[in-house]
């Protein structure tokens, strides 16, 4: 499954050869798709986080949806929250509706690539193991929890459990692959950040990680679950290797800011005069830590879309394939093509998701 600003939902069955569009239960204006959620135990539910902002930040259509696989066949979206006045149910309960829940699916007016508010804002976790689902919005991280006391299905009602305040948005978030209460927040300008969810409702434990206070795209831990990787957007790739310490921290030297594979430094960017853009991480089994970049200025510099793999022992990145196959990702024509998006979603096979005009899939194999 994929989704995007302009196409919605599309959905897959042959393991990504082939895709259709799958928007059926949601209304016109619900289809800027922000963010997609499934459990690691519940597979045959998937959740949509959706919305776009306007001129003055509010969100006239923005909330959630789920849909459920009954053999081989994906249902109609079924959007969560109550809105109008039985908002007051959900306030009863100490939370807010799912409909006032702030996402951005759709890509701002600027370059996307040079704009980090340019992106999808938006990120869902699904804790099905403890009957949880949290969000990362435009408003801060919160947490969704069944209510049979009030008639509440998971995802109608939600409780704020962190901000960070002056409108930083959380751009990523991940759960600890060994503590399912604590969580990793890439914001829009204040770095990342460690949050630790208290279910007796008491304020969380926040950390905010020392040594890199900017745009944090995509965070990803190693398949060892030791380090903690981020993509962050114009200032390259940055990495802890203490994310559960008193003091976290973020470095970008041993290997420093990608600038070009097989150079160092800022080599690459002062001879073409501009920055690439960093907007995807994640680790794949038996295959190190990728990241996708894109170039603000393709076609001229021959990074549309690129792709960039470290591997434990090694001291730089290397290339991935400069250019995808076309046939598969999609002309992006002069805009760039960034990789907003990696997962691993067979051992050692990534999907990904570009950014150009439109939505376009890619299946590199590792």
Request: hydrophobic residues 35%.
């Amino acid at each position: 499954m994929a989704a995007g600003d302009v196409a919605g939902v599309q959905w897959s069955t042959n393991g990504g050869l082939t895709w259709a569009p799958h928007n059926d239960g949601l209304a016109q204006g619900q289809t800027p798709i922000a963010a997609i959620g499934w459990g690691a135990t519940e597979t045959t539910r998937a959740w949509i986080a959706y919305g776009r902002k306007d001129d003055n930040g509010e969100c006239s259509v923005c909330g959630l949806a789920t849909a459920t696989v009954n053999d081989g066949t994906l249902t109609p979206w079924n959007t969560l929250g109550r809105g109008g006045t039985s908002q007051t149910q959900c306030a009863l309960d100490g939370k807010i509706d799912a409909t006032t829940l702030r996402f951005q699916g759709m890509k701002g007016t600027g370059d996307q690539t040079a704009d980090p508010g340019g992106r999808a804002v938006g990120s869902l976790v699904v804790d099905d193991g403890g009957g949880r689902l949290f969000a990362g919005t435009l408003d801060g991280l919160y947490v969704s929890t069944a209510n049979d006391t009030y008639g509440f299905a998971l995802g109608d009602c939600w409780k704020p459990v962190w901000n960070s305040g002056d409108g930083h948005v959380i751009r990523s978030l991940i759960q600890d692959p060994t503590a399912a209460d604590t969580f990793f927040a890439g914001t829009n300008n204040t770095g990342v950040w460690r949050i630790t969810y208290h279910p007796d409702g008491s304020p969380p434990d926040v950390k905010q990680f020392n040594g890199y206070t900017a745009a944090a795209e995509e965070l990803t831990f190693n398949v060892a679950g030791t380090k903690l990787y981020c993509a962050c957007g114009p200032h390259g790739v940055w990495r802890s290797t203490n994310p559960r310490g008193i003091n976290p921290a973020l470095s970008s030297d041993n290997r420093g800011v990608i600038e070009c594979a097989g150079t160092s430094g800022d080599s690459c960017a002062s001879a073409n005069g501009h920055t690439p853009y960093y907007s995807a991480i994640a680790a794949i089994t038996g295959g190190g830590v990728w990241v996708g970049a894109s170039d603000p200025v393709c076609p001229q510099s021959g990074l549309c879309h690129a792709l960039f793999r470290f591997d434990s022992g090694t001291d730089t990145w290397t290339a991935g394939p400069a250019v995808v196959d076309t046939t598969i990702l999609g002309d992006c024509g002069d805009l760039p093509c960034p990789p907003w998006w990696l997962k691993e979603f067979q051992t050692a096979r990534m999907l990904g998701l570009a950014n150009g005009q439109g939505e376009s899939l890619f299946i590199p194999t590792v």
